[in-house]
């Protein structure tokens, strides 16, 4: 297998997350048992099998790589990837690939779908993906993960199997659906992202951006430019519910220790123990 980014790989409640993220170099996600993608500002070769792509913004960190991801599928043979982006950004992205295709001298096969906030997309039986609207400094969705349930309605608990069954050849719906949000990544954003859309602080697992951790960075700048800090984080402490709350896409500015320290400075108890840092 080719290895060609710095992967890093965590599991938690049955999901394996692996990706990168630096702020202005390259962002990537995989959760991997989903089968979904998420960013495509560098390309590992291991993700080029996840035929579903969802993306949160078109700066180039984050979307540059989207012609190697279709040209190497198309490649290998694979079946044209399917890759959802806020609806801005579709027929930009489009001729990126059709001047790639110039270039390059091959085809770009896929299909690039236009979301707006508060579209729902099917994933399977199982899962279904909603996009929200985030704030950053261009178009921005972030998307939240369901698992879709279906539990017996209580009018007809007490009811036998047969009962049941003949109820549903009848025609009658005897099961409501329930949706878990068990997955959720904001992309690039504000603290406005987060508090507007408060199913992020409901999913099982989050991935969320903590650009900025010093405290000589002035907050007022940061969110202007749609970016979060760890005060942010700490100041909405109370909010995270998540079992785990992932903080990625930190600024070049900052070494690993450095983020460390001051991350435990910020936040001493890192959120109950619920924080990891993507370091």
Known sequence: MVENIPLLRHEH?????????????????????????????????????????????????????????????????????????????????????????????????????????????????????????????????????????????????????????????SGTEVTAETRVPVFAYTGDTNPKGLDQNPQFYDARILISEMTFVAPEHRKEKIHKHGHMHVDDYRDRSDKFKNELVIAGHLSTRYNESQVKRLVRRALPDGLGGRLKLWL
């Open 13 to 169: 409640g049955g999901l394996t997350i692996e990706g990168y993220s630096r702020a202005a170099v390259q962002t990537c996600w995989r959760v991997n048992e989903l089968k979904l993608l998420f960013d495509v500002g560098v390309q590992p070769w291991d993700f080029m099998g996840t035929s579903t792509m969802f993306i949160s913004h078109a700066h180039l960190d984050h979307i540059a790589a989207l012609p190697a991801y279709v040209s190497r599928r198309r490649m290998m043979k694979m079946d044209p990837p399917i890759i959802y982006l806020p609806d801005s950004a579709v027929d930009p992205a489009w001729k990126m690939l059709q001047d790639f295709r110039t270039l390059d001298r091959g085809a770009m096969p896929c299909e690039l779908v236009g979301l707006l906030g508060g579209d729902e997309t099917e994933i399977g039986r199982e899962y279904l993906v909603e996009a929200v609207e985030t704030r950053h400094t261009i178009d921005s969705l972030g998307f939240v993960v369901y698992q879709r349930r279906h539990k017996l309605k209580p009018e007809y608990t007490d009811l036998s199997g047969e009962q049941i069954r003949d109820l549903r050849m």
